[in-house]
């Protein structure tokens, strides 16, 4: 009896060995500019975190299945995707697009306006744009 106890322990043992637990890896970027989105969220009824520096959020230990998630970030419109777990590392690319409505006023000269007047404006990822 202590023979069969023991080869269902080994048994169940291998099973969940061989079931599978894997590293998932969700790489966000900017569909633009392919650049890498620090700080999005990544929401799934199964797991959650936020991408590092290089766009990318680590899932260790990721069972066989499917998934499907959001992803969101500051100035990027939502995204969702879904991929399929099955015995093996995966990788997941979702690109978020840029919101394209962004408030901006400028008043130039005081007391009164300087009609001409040219205002540059830069920013990250080479932004630059000129408004007369």
Do not use: H, R, W
Request: with cysteine.
């Amino acid at each position: 009896m202590k023979k069969l106890y023991s080869i269902i322990a080994i048994l169940f043992f291998a099973v969940s060995v061989l079931q599978g637990q894997s590293t998932l890896t969700i790489n966000v970027a900017d569909s633009e500019t392919s650049l890498p989105i620090e700080g999005a969220t990544v929401q799934s009824s199964s797991f959650s975190g936020q991408t590092d520096a290089s766009g990318k959020l680590v899932l260790n230990n990721i069972a066989d299945g499917s998934y499907s998630y959001t992803v969101s970030a500051d100035c990027f419109i939502a995204g969702s995707n879904s991929v399929t777990v099955a015995g093996s590392d995966v990788d997941s690319d979702t690109d978020l697009d840029p919101e394209t409505t962004n408030n901006v006023f400028f008043f130039v000269g005081s007391p009164f306006t300087l009609s001409g007047a040219t205002v540059n404006l830069t920013g990250p990822n080479g932004y630059n744009e000129s408004i007369v």
